[in-house]
């Protein structure tokens, strides 16, 4: 069994040669830490990584609090309850789930004072199945002009986890598709967080920016 820095050596050797071969430039590797001990994040950041997701504020807040590192980029890449707006904004420095006004609305009232703009991806729902977060791909870019009209949020670009139900490379299809008639309308909303430990070689041909790898890294979670 291959230990932490192992499988994180590979899976970013992986990356490179990825890149490589597609001429592209690397993106940024998110290590998605949910459902993991603080001491697990701890020893990634001494391995070098700077950037975790969390999936849940309860567990994402406490988790950076303990770690006290002002270095660290914090992705929040579930979905968001409005009335956790606030214990989300102690920590994340960037939310990938934004999927509705509500949602917006809160966000927008919460950032008021902030001096540096909040990061945002507007998550897409590429499955069937309203009940999985994210705006429907035809109500997408009427969410993404809201949103940047508000200074203190900085428009990113989009995030999709891909469905069960296709080949991934069908939903970064698109995604893609989508991505590119957002930046026909904002250009510097060029992100693209896509690619999780299943199919994130994959993702890299379809333009992703951000990846989003748990398992693959970390081993197992534990429920
Ligand atoms: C858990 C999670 C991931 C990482 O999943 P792995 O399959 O473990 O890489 C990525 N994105 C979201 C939204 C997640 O909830």
Redesign the pocket.
């Known amino acids: 069994m291959p230990n932490l820095a192992e499988r994180l050596a590979t899976v970013k050797d992986q990356i490179s040669n990825e890149c490589t071969r597609l001429g592209r430039s690397e993106p940024t590797l998110i290590v ?1 830490t ?1 459902n993991h001990s603080s001491e697990l994040v701890d020893r990634l950041y001494r391995l070098g990584e700077r950037n975790f ?1 969390e ?1 849940r504020v309860q567990e994402g807040a406490p988790k950076a609090l303990e770690l006290g590192k002002a270095d660290i980029n914090w992705h929040l ?2 979905q968001l309850q409005t009335n956790k707006v606030k214990q989300a904004l102690e920590f994340a420095n960037t939310v ?2 934004l999927d509705r006004q509500s949602l917006l609305t809160e966000l927008t009232k919460r950032t008021i004072e902030r001096e540096n703009p909040l990061e945002v991806f507007i998550q897409v729902n590429l499955t069937s199945d309203d009940a999985r977060g994210g705006v429907q791909p035809n109500q997408t870019l009427m969410l993404a002009d809201a949103v940047a009209q508000v200074p203190t949020l900085k428009l990113m670009g989009l995030m999709a ?1 891909a469905s069960l139900e296709n080949e991934p490379e069908a939903d970064f299809e698109r995604i893609a598709e989508l991505s590119k008639r957002l930046r026909a309308i904002h250009p510097s909303a060029h992100g693209l967080s896509i690619g ?3 199919d994130y070689l994959q993702a890299l041909n379809y333009g992703a920016t951000h990846l ?5 890294i ?1 081993g197992n ?1 534990q429920y």
């Open positions: 998605v949910k997701g999936n890449i579930g990938h789930s986890v999780m430990s299943g989003r790898i748990g398992t693959a970390t979670r």
